[in-house]
């Protein structure tokens, strides 16, 4: 709810600027990216992914960028609106192994504020 | 949120107390997660699921329990509530197979143990 977004680092932007989020991940292993938008009192919702044989993928207003050599991963939203104010986490999954699901480790994420 | 609901959606509660959550699911996917979610941690991996009665720990099992009866349900228990339990909790369910590993959340629990 609204304590998610205490003590997150914060980016504010202008409603209709272009918005970029930045994710440093851990594991060089990791396969699979995904993008997480958390509004206030509800839980994470998807909203794009990325497989490790990539390095860039574009949805709706929305574009993933994979950085594999520094570890990095980046979340542009286009013409940023009010409605996109929320927390953004990034999470990572390991490389499958023995036909096991690796689960998702997640960031601690970022908080969009959006200005009219 | 389509196809996964938690409940209830709050509670409070006294330090001692049993205290279960809920999570169902209508999606007959493999996988189900709990997590807490706490300012400064992000979301931390309580427990999860591989299938029916297949359950693991994840990074902060400690005090917590949980178990899988049925492919729909996911119980989170907290035998002994204490205050540092307090938070909010989501399930989660994920679908096996070669398609996306992404995770469907339910809207969270709100946990004040008092």
């Known amino acids: 709810g609204e304590s998610v977004g205490l003590h997150l680092p914060t980016l504010s932007v202008q409603e209709g600027d272009n918005s970029i989020i930045n994710c440093a991940y851990s594991?060089?292993?990791?396969?699979?990216f995904i993008w997480y938008k958390q509004e206030s009192g509800k839980g994470p919702q998807f909203i794009i992914d990325?497989?490790?044989?990539?390095d860039k993928r574009q949805g709706q207003r929305v574009t993933v960028l994979l950085n594999k050599t520094v570890k990095h991963l980046s979340l542009q939203i286009a013409a940023t609106q009010p409605g996109d104010s929320a927390v953004y986490f990034c999470?990572?999954?390991?490389?499958?192994?023995?036909?096991?699901?690796?689960?998702?480790?997640f960031g601690k994420g970022t908080k969009l504020s959006v200005k009219p | 949120d389509a196809g996964i609901t938690q409940s209830p959606r709050h509670k409070v509660t006294e330090t001692g107390t049993p205290v279960t959550l809920r999570c169902h699911q209508t999606?007959?996917?493999?996988?189900m997660y709990w997590y807490r979610q706490d300012p400064g941690h992000g979301l931390r991996l309580i427990h999860y699921?591989?299938?029916?009665?297949?359950?693991d720990k994840g990074e902060v099992s400690d005090g917590y329990s949980v178990s899988r009866s049925k492919t729909e349900d996911f119980l989170l228990t907290l035998e002994s509530a204490t205050s540092s339990q307090t938070s909010v909790y989501f399930c989660a369910i994920s679908e096996s197979g070669t398609g996306g590993y992404g995770y469907t959340f339910g809207s969270g629990t709100r946990l004040t143990v008092v």
């Open positions: 999606e007959n996917h493999r996988y």
């Open positions: 999470a990572e999954k390991e490389r499958n192994y023995g036909g096991s699901q690796g689960n998702l480790i």
């Open positions: 990325i497989r490790s044989n990539m």
């Open positions: 594991n060089s292993a990791s396969d699979y």
């Open positions: 699921s591989y299938g029916v009665k297949d359950t």
